[in-house]
């Protein structure tokens, strides 16, 4: 007898991750792990840290022009990074 109720492997394990609430936290290191990827390789070489904290991106650079630029581009690397991940994990970014 076949089960009509059959889910695939990757439902059941995303289903384990939510209930066990390691959901959110797998999906921010998935985020931040992009960041350079996102960014490109040019600006990843300016970057120092990149961290969530309140659905907020902090990423540290090591240029001031290079902050200034990007501020200016917070909303598309917020739009990319979510799509990236396919989920809602971050609001806004932060250069510092």
Known sequence: MFRKDVKGIRELILRNLRVQGLETPLLQKRLVDAWPEVAGQA???YTRDVRIFNQTLFVSLSSPALRADLSMRREEFVRRLNEVVDAQIISDIRFQ
Do not use: E, K, V
Request: aromatic share 0%; hydrophobic share 65%.
């Open 43 to 45: 600006i990843a070489r």
